[in-house]
């Protein structure tokens, strides 16, 4: 292929880039891209113990801050204002506001928890990760319920201990006050288990919600990649199995399952389309491929066990190491080819105008639309992630110390996940400074992270090295330095509780400041690199 040939490809492949418009509903509401991957691992899969949950939240609209929201306690009688959750585009970047639709009765006491966009660990060490599935748009009814995925990830971990607490927790409140969002899939850990709850809406003018959840054993991997995992479920298996009531009738009353013809399949009845979308799939392949490649599972399958043993206990660094995956070494690898299924022949085809240069955004030109459908296809770390989180509970350790979430902002391929024990008071003033409403901010630590994506994004196979060069050294300080901080922080919560937790405040504080200086750093250092070599 001539040079001058090659420079019309890529000038192509990148006008489709930047003129595509929406592609598919459920992945770009308002043409922004929202899909999730969450990856949970039972106490004996991990290499320390931990039972661990996670989150990529992808999605440029949610917001980009996070901070402390400390234990409360209310007068007797108060009230719970919920709110709906709305798309808002009249600042300077797409993002969401929020509407009072009513009020539940308050807690006289709640727990402290780390407020990021969807809360993800408490003060008890209960620790949630969420991926959106859609389910069937006849259970979708917004109007006449009021708990959407937000607030019942905060209800759960402002109220609860336990992850069998949360969910019988969830399921009294939906019942009674119902479910206004589309279907949803909480990976929900403690230090004994991690469980999956999934739970789509009561239908068309009904009030309540259907939910279903399955424990991972303890020691296997799952995951969650935006399509329903739960299949057939055994009720008569509370330690594995929990469901609201009505989820044989609402199946039944709807035609979507006949007794006779066999037990229920949550996800056939309830969110047939999971098991059509390949960017489901294969993220669900590709963990566990990575976990457990002596399986030999099948790319292509329609379903995957809902959880595998691995090869070898998960560490943290191989968690890091899976949501940093983008296919590479396999055929699918979205830098070096794309595997699509051409919808005039329908057989699978390989492309040759394969990008080294912009992995994440290339699939648009051959209307392939990296969300729900049968054309979707994405890898696990994408340019739209906000924020990423990697949970640790760990049973026996005090709830200070125990309860830890790893957090990177932005693509986990070009970022840094740092420590934030559950029991810190304070994170970096950059992590706590919204990065959307005025565009761009250099007080944001989102902003930081989100140009060194943007930058590297643009000739990614050069540029990660630059990158990983960067960060990986760091990130396996931070995971070395983890037993002797915590060894000290142990030694100190034994003799004054309230320096144990400023430690760990200023331990954060600081790997949060490092992190983002280095992050402005190293945008300057691409730019002044690569000026030359574009």
């Not at 006849?138 to 402002?158: F, G, T, Y």
């Not at 336990?162 to 969910?167: H, V």
Request: charged share 25%.
């Amino acid at each position: 292929m001539s040079s001058v040939l090659k420079m019309i490809l890529i000038v192509v492949l990148n006008a489709s880039i930047l003129f595509a418009g929406p592609q598919d509903k459920p992945d770009w509401e308002g043409g922004v891209p929202e899909a999730c991957t969450s990856i949970t691992i039972g106490k004996n899969a991990s290499s320390d113990g931990s039972v661990m949950t996670s989150h990529t939240c992808d999605s440029h609209r949610t917001r980009s801050w996070l901070d402390i929201s400390p234990a409360k306690d209310y007068k007797k009688g108060a009230q719970l204002t919920l709110v709906k959750r709305v798309p808002y585009d009249s600042l300077a970047m797409p993002t969401y506001r929020y509407l009072p639709i009513g009020e539940i009765p308050q807690l006289e006491h709640t727990y402290g928890f780390i407020n990021t966009a969807y809360p993800c660990m408490n003060e008890k060490q209960l620790a949630i990760g969420e991926s959106t599935f859609g389910g069937r748009e006849s259970l979708h009814e917004p109007d006449l319920n009021l708990i959407d995925c937000q607030q019942l990830v905060r209800l759960m971990l402002e109220r609860c201990e336990t992850a069998r607490g949360a969910i019988k927790m969830a399921g009294n409140l939906l019942k009674k006050y119902g479910w206004s969002d589309e279907g949803e899939c909480l990976t929900i850990a403690d230090t004994k288990e991690v469980w999956h709850f999934e739970v789509v809406g009561p239908g068309k003018g009904k009030k309540g919600a259907v939910w279903v959840a399955q424990r991972v054993p303890d020691d296997h991997i799952s995951v969650n990649a935006n399509g329903s995992r739960i299949r057939q479920i055994d009720l008569k298996k509370p330690d594995y199995f929990m469901a609201s009531d009505n989820i044989y009738q609402v199946a039944q009353d709807s035609g979507w399952w006949n007794p006779d013809n066999g037990p229920l399949e949550f996800v056939y009845a309830y969110a047939l389309e999971s098991r059509q979308s390949y960017a489901a799939r294969r993220r669900e392949w590709r963990v566990f491929d990575l976990a457990a490649p002596s399986l030999g599972l099948h790319p292509d399958a329609e379903n995957f066990p809902f959880s595998v043993k691995p090869d070898s206990l998960i560490t943290m660094s191989k968690m890091v190491a899976m949501f940093q995956d983008w296919y590479q070494g396999t055929e699918f690898d979205i830098v070096k080819n794309i595997k699509w299924e051409n919808p005039e022949t329908g057989k699978y085809e390989i492309s040759p105008l394969a990008n080294p240069w912009m992995p994440y955004d290339m699939l648009p030109l051959f209307k392939v639309n990296g969300g729900w459908g049968k054309l979707g296809e994405r890898q696990i770390a994408r340019w739209y992630t906000m924020y990423a989180t990697i949970t640790q509970s760990r049973e026996w350790l005090p709830d200070e110390v125990g309860g830890v979430v790893w957090l990177a902002f932005d693509n986990v391929a070009s970022s840094i996940y740092v420590p934030l024990y559950c029991s810190i008071t304070d994170v970096a003033e950059p992590f706590k400074t919204p990065g959307r409403t005025k565009g761009f901010n250099r007080d944001s630590a989102w902003w930081a992270f989100n140009r060194v994506g943007t930058l590297s994004a643009q000739r990614w196979g050069d540029m990660h090295k630059d990158v990983w060069a960067v960060w990986k050294p760091l990130q396996a300080e931070m995971f070395r330095n983890q037993p002797v901080i915590e060894k000290e922080v142990l030694d100190l919560l034994k003799k004054n509780p309230k320096k144990a937790r400023q430690y760990l405040t200023d331990y954060a504080i600081e790997w949060g400041n490092k992190v983002v200086d280095r992050a402005w750093q190293l945008g300057d250092e691409l730019w002044t690199k690569y000026d030359e070599k574009w």
